[in-house]
């Protein structure tokens, strides 16, 4: 029978005698405590950074919204491939400061520039307002490495966590139809591809895990604020087609998001899509943010990645 990793186990429990201490002293959660909140583990439990050859921020002019974006070329004298990555934080937290450290290591294992969209959140800017900048930079980021004078390869794969893997789902699905927006391969670390919270996963960890149900049903209600159809809003439940870019998923037996990541991964795999699963038996959510407690299985999610980019 699995088990929770005993470093991750040892940390949720002190973590959630923290958060039961500080409930029943009135504590109620805010958009800046929790933004606040889940930046702070990112930069106590992320301490070994790597130095990137050339990091570069710009800007990615799209019809709707001017992106900025951080760019990490590992290799500045060569032309490599592009992956664009989606951070995670359930549309409502994270940032490119946050993950710096994730794409820094992602673009030195793989070999790729990663590009990363400081995409919009809400509740400032709910449904489709962060979509249609990740799908916008996905089209137009070609112009910034242009005005920034990187070398690069005109391939384009996605990336993304949670989240961010939720939109490089998406951005993936509309390269099917779109003559505009061409993706190579797709990287789906534990994404939420189902907004109706209803797998079976949710109902065996909804609480104690740290991605509580509860928590997303608020990021989920903040992000879909206007009562937006979420079946219809959700990858799992659109079309999939032989068009669709191979995919590898990177999921944690522990993570209430399993379920609907390996269904998603079946749904391409009977489309006759490839589509490659990294299962971690002793992992939760987003264990990528908490790697010096799971360091090895950290090493071991960024090798499958790099694989199978490199293929």
């Known amino acids: 029978m699995a088990t929770l990793h005993k470093n991750l186990q040892q940390w949720l429990e002190k973590l959630n005698a923290e958060n039961s201490v500080a409930t029943s002293q009135g504590y109620v959660p805010t958009v800046i405590a929790i933004r606040e909140g889940f930046a702070g583990v990112g930069r106590s439990l992320i301490t070994k950074i790597p130095d990137v050859a050339l990091i570069r921020e710009g800007i990615i002019p799209t019809p709707g919204y001017n992106v900025p974006v951080r760019v990490f070329h590992p290799a500045p004298e060569k032309e490599l491939p592009v992956l664009m990555y989606y951070h995670g934080g359930g549309h409502c937290v994270g940032s490119v400061s946050m993950y710096d450290?994730?794409?820094?290591?992602?673009?030195?294992?793989?070999?790729?520039?990663?590009?990363?969209?400081?995409?919009?959140?809400?509740?400032?800017?709910?449904?489709?307002?962060?979509?249609?900048?990740?799908?916008?930079?996905?089209?137009?980021?070609?112009?910034?490495?242009?005005?920034?004078?990187?070398?690069?390869?005109?391939?384009?794969?996605?990336?993304?966590?949670?989240?961010?893997?939720?939109?490089?789902?998406?951005?993936?699905?509309?390269?099917?139809?779109?003559?505009?927006?061409?993706?190579?391969?797709?990287?789906?670390?534990y994404p939420n591809t189902d907004y109706t919270l209803s797998s079976s996963s949710f109902v065996e960890l909804e609480k104690g895990y740290w991605l509580e149900k509860g928590l997303m049903e608020w990021f989920s209600g903040t992000y879909l604020a206007n009562n937006e159809d979420r079946k219809a809003v959700s990858p799992l439940y659109w079309e999939v087609s032989k068009l669709m870019p191979p995919a590898i998923f990177i999921i944690g037996q522990f993570d209430p998001l399993r379920e609907e990541g390996l269904a998603y991964a079946e749904k391409l795999k009977k489309a006759e899509v490839p589509a490659e699963v990294a299962f971690f038996d002793d992992m939760m959510h987003p264990f990528l943010c908490l790697e010096d407690l799971v360091p090895e299985a950290c090493a071991k999610a960024y090798a499958a990645m790099a694989a199978f980019l490199q293929k």
């Open 101 to 189: 450290p994730v794409c820094r290591k992602l673009a030195l294992a793989s070999n790729h520039i990663v590009v990363a969209p400081e995409y919009r959140l809400a509740p400032e800017t709910p449904y489709p307002a962060g979509q249609d900048d990740c799908v916008a930079s996905a089209k137009h980021v070609w112009t910034v490495l242009d005005g920034l004078g990187m070398r690069y390869k005109r391939v384009l794969s996605v990336s993304g966590d949670s989240a961010g893997g939720a939109l490089a789902a998406i951005v993936a699905a509309r390269s099917q139809w779109d003559p505009n927006l061409s993706v190579h391969k797709q990287v789906l670390i």
